[in-house]
């Protein structure tokens, strides 16, 4: 059993990185047609909806708790971050910079919870290649804001 990198963030860096990674994505299909103007739209939606479905998770609640599953995919463990807020749960993957250099973050997938949870119960590991998140649901709206 391997556990994981876990970090707390607001909810508003998690759409921090959505925007980032569909900006990269639209500009990457914005070049594939020859840098032709005025698809910006569809260059935004469809790069919105790739970064948003990357994978598929399988997602349990039962009694308070909260269980998801992933395929890790070809992503090793240690340069995989789990970032949690109260209403999502994102797997980044680190990009090892040049010598000396800051890491970079590329985005795996974000998965929007279908209750808030409490990020500090969080626990992530691997288990037969794929990554296992269990959580407690949170009870009151008090407990989300007071974790955010």
Same mark, same amino acid.
């Given at each position: 059993m391997y556990f994981l990198k876990l970090e707390v963030c607001a909810v508003e860096e998690h759409d921090d990185l959505v925007r980032a990674q569909t900006a990269r994505r639209a500009f990457e299909l914005y070049e594939?047609? @020859?840098?032709? @103007?005025?698809n910006d739209l569809d260059h935004w939606f469809t790069a919105e909806q790739e970064?948003? /479905?990357?994978?598929?998770?399988?997602?349990i609640t039962s009694e308070g708790n909260l269980v998801l599953r992933l395929p890790l995919g070809q992503v090793h463990p240690n340069d995989l971050v789990v970032s949690i807020s109260p209403k999502s749960i994102v797997l980044l993957k680190l990009l090892h910079a040049e010598a000396g250099g800051a890491f970079d973050r590329d985005l795996i997938t974000i998965v929007p919870l279908p209750a808030p949870i409490l990020p500090s119960s969080v626990e992530a590991e691997l288990?037969? /290649?794929h990554i296992v998140i269990r959580a407690v649901l949170s009870q009151e709206p008090a407990a989300i804001a007071a974790s955010a």
């Open positions: 594939a047609q @020859h840098m032709r @103007h005025g970064v948003r /479905s990357r994978i598929c998770p399988e997602i288990a037969d /290649s």
